[in-house]
């Protein structure tokens, strides 16, 4: 069972979420803040394993919140939520340690995918947020230059386009009308094929190279 934190102010919008992340019999929201101070005080109190924080709350927005949660507490993991598609948002909640950035008008399933994958230490962006702040993010960051003697396949292009722009493997197979397994195979031979760690690096080798 994973114990999730969340702050968001109105209360409606509170159990709304609630009810979303409860569908899935492995999530439960074990705590409920209307602002970041109330967050703050209930981690000090209570174990977490993921806090959600909407940005826009009163006495202590999200980004402070998830500031002092990370400073305080490095290995919860946070994910924030809100109505705002601002890039400088994104940006600084990312860059203080943030693991995944949504909408408020994603799916029950989108919000499920994203904590599981941010629980599993991965970084969830949708499309339209990816394509703004990772150039920012990438600044000054090391540049994985194209290898002259590898081959990209249209397949392989395709994905490294789709990982580029923060797209998880079931967004991507449902994009090319693929299995996730194939996707994942796709995946472990691009990371082979040219020589890099993670996925991380191969969207940032998608970016530097062209493919978005």
Do not use: W
Request: aromatic share 4%.
């Amino acid at each position: 069972m994973t114990d999730i934190l969340l702050a968001e102010d109105q209360a409606i919008v509170r159990q709304g979420i609630k009810m979303m992340l409860e569908t899935d019999p492995q999530l439960k929201v074990t705590g409920e803040a209307k602002n970041g101070r109330e967050a703050l005080a209930l981690r000090e109190r209570n174990h977490y394993d993921l806090a959600i924080l909407d940005i826009r709350m009163p006495e202590m927005d999200g980004l402070d919140a998830a500031k002092e949660l990370l400073r305080r507490f490095p290995q919860m993991k946070v994910l924030m939520l809100t109505t705002f598609n601002d890039e400088e948002y994104a940006i600084r909640a990312l860059k203080m340690g943030v693991r995944g950035y949504l909408l408020k008008d994603a799916e029950a399933s989108q919000l499920i995918h994203a904590i599981k994958d941010c629980l599993a230490g991965g970084l969830q962006l949708p499309g339209e947020v990816a394509k703004k702040v990772v150039p920012h993010l990438l600044e000054g960051k090391q540049t994985i230059t194209k290898k002259t003697n590898t081959t990209i396949t249209k397949r392989e292009s395709d994905i490294l386009c789709l990982l580029g722009e923060g797209k998880s493997n079931k967004e991507i197979a449902e994009v090319l009308a693929l299995s996730v397994g194939t996707v994942k195979n796709h995946i472990t031979h691009l990371l082979d094929k040219l020589e890099l760690r993670d996925r991380t690096q191969l969207a940032i080798y998608a970016i530097h190279n062209g493919y978005i």
